[in-house]
C-alpha cells in the first residue's frame, strides 16, 4: 500500500513538472509576441533611423513623433534669462527622404531640392510639391521679386515647416534664420540644407514663437502636417470650437496633441542675429499665432529694417473670436500701421484697408512704403523696385 502511494506520488509530481515545463514554455513564447508587439507599436521611437513607410515617421494614430538625436541640439542663453534652441545643420543627417526638385518658372532657381513627408499623410504641403514642384507659387512670386530687388535683405521664417522660403532665398546668397519646432520638420529641412550645400547660410531654431518662455503642447490636423498649432489657442476658442469639438472637414479627424515644445519670443530673435543681419524680409505662418506673437516684437523691429512682411493672415480671421483674440489683432495692425506698413493682396498690386482686415485674404502682404514701393499709395518714399 505504501509502495502503490509511492508510485502515485511520483506520477503526480511528474505530471506537475511537466505542466510547469508547459506553462514557462508558453510563458516565453507569449512574452516574445508581446515584446514584438510593444516593438511593432514603438517602431519610431526604438528604431529612429528606420522609416517605416514611405518617408513617413510622425504616426498620427498614436501621437508619437520623432526625436532628435540630443547632440543635434544645443542651447543658446539670452540676457532675459531665456533659451533658444538651435539645431545643428552642419552635421550628416544620415535619413532617406523623398527630396522632389522644385519647378517654379524662375531661371535663378533651379534644382533646388526640398525633402517632404509621404503626401499620403501631408496632403497639402508635400503633396503639391510631389506633383507639381510648387507650393504657394503667387506667394512665392512675390516673395522672390522683392528679395531679387532688395540687396543684402535677409529673411526671417517663422513656421518654416519643410523649408521652402528658406531653402528658396539662399539661391540668393542670402541668411535665413528658421524657426521650426516640429522635429519631424526639422530633420526633412536638415536634409534638404545638406542636399542643397547651404548649412552655412541657415541659422535653424527649434523652438516656437510665442507671447513668453514657457512650455506648451503642439497639436496637429492629420494629412495636413503643416497645420500645426500651439494648443493654447484652443484654450481661448469658444466652448463650440473647443479641440474636441473641432474635426477636419474632409478626414473628420480631430486634431491631436503631439508633442510639446518650449516657446520664445519674435524678440528673443535678435540675441542670435550674425553681425551683418541688418534688414530681412519677415514670413510668418504659425496658424493663428501671428497676433500673440507681435505682443513681444518691439526690439525686433527697433533693430531691424524689416522691408515686407508675409503672413497667411485667413486663420486670424477664422479665430477672431476665441477669447481677446480680436483685441490682439487690432493691436497687431496697429503695431504695423505706425511702422508705415501698407496690406498689399500678395500679387503686389492690390492695396487692402485695414478698416476690412475681417474680408481679407487668406495670404496678405505688409510692404514698408519708405524701403518698398507701394503701389495705388499718393505716398511713394524711396521705391526698391
Known amino acids: 500500500m505504501v509502495l502503490k502511494y ?53 504616426s498620427t494614430e498614436s501621437n508619437q513623433t520623432v526625436n532628435v538625436r540630443q547632440s543635434q541640439l544645443y542651447e543658446h542663453e539670452i540676457s532675459n534669462g531665456g533659451i533658444i534652441t538651435l539645431y545643428d545643420v552642419t552635421q550628416d543627417n544620415e535619413w532617406d527622404f523623398q527630396c522632389p526638385k522644385t519647378q517654379y518658372n524662375e531661371a535663378d532657381i533651379t534644382d533646388v531640392r526640398i525633402c517632404i513627408y509621404d503626401p499620403q499623410h501631408d496632403e497639402h504641403v508635400s503633396g503639391q510639391l ?65 542636399i542643397n550645400n547651404v548649412q552655412h547660410q541657415v541659422t535653424l531654431i ?18 495636413n502636417l503643416g497645420a500645426s498649432y500651439l494648443s493654447y489657442l484652443d484654450q481661448l476658442a469658444p466652448s463650440d470650437k473647443k479641440l474636441e ?12 496633441v503631439l508633442a510639446e515644445v518650449d516657446t520664445i519670443t519674435l524678440d528673443d530673435l535678435v540675441s542670435i542675429y550674425p553681425i551683418f543681419f541688418k534688414r530681412a524680409i519677415l514670413k510668418m505662418d504659425i496658424e493663428g499665432f501671428e497676433a500673440l506673437a507681435f505682443s513681444n516684437a518691439s526690439v525686433l523691429f527697433n533693430r531691424t529694417e524689416i522691408p515686407a512682411i508675409y503672413m497667411e493672415f485667413g486663420k486670424l ?69
Open 6 to 58: 509511492h508510485r502515485r506520488l511520483i506520477s503526480t509530481s511528474l505530471f506537475i513538472d511537466e505542466i510547469m515545463k508547459l506553462i514557462k514554455r508558453y510563458f516565453i513564447v507569449i512574452t516574445v509576441f508581446f515584446l514584438f508587439y510593444l516593438a511593432i507599436i514603438n517602431k519610431n521611437r526604438l528604431f529612429p533611423r528606420l522609416v517605416f513607410g514611405q518617408f513617413h515617421l510622425i
Open 130 to 194: 510631389n506633383d507639381h514642384g510648387k507650393w504657394e507659387p503667387v506667394v512665392v512670386r512675390s516673395f522672390l521679386r522683392l528679395l531679387r530687388a532688395l540687396p543684402n535683405t535677409h529673411v526671417i521664417d517663422i513656421g518654416a515647416n519643410l523649408g521652402l522660403y528658406t531653402l528658396l532665398a539662399t539661391k540668393y546668397d542670402r541668411h535665413v534664420i528658421a524657426v521650426e519646432p516640429l522635429y519631424d520638420s526639422l530633420i526633412r529641412l536638415h536634409k534638404s540644407i545638406q
Open 206 to 223: 527649434a523652438n516656437a514663437i510665442g507671447v513668453k518662455h514657457e512650455r506648451l503642447a503642439l497639436n496637429i490636423v492629420d494629412k
Open 245 to 256: 469639438k473641432l474635426v477636419d472637414e474632409q478626414h473628420g479627424i480631430p486634431p491631436r
Open 317 to 385: 480671421i477664422e479665430i477672431k473670436y476665441h477669447r481677446g483674440m480680436m483685441k490682439k489683432i487690432e493691436e497687431m495692425l496697429s503695431f504695423l500701421k505706425k511702422r508705415n506698413y501698407e496690406p498689399y493682396e500678395v500679387n503686389d498690386i492690390n492695396h487692402i484697408l485695414y478698416d476690412n482686415w475681417e474680408s481679407w485674404p487668406w495670404d496678405v502682404a505688409f510692404r514698408r512704403c519708405d524701403i518698398c514701393r507701394c503701389p495705388g499709395l499718393e505716398k511713394l518714399v524711396g521705391s526698391a523696385e
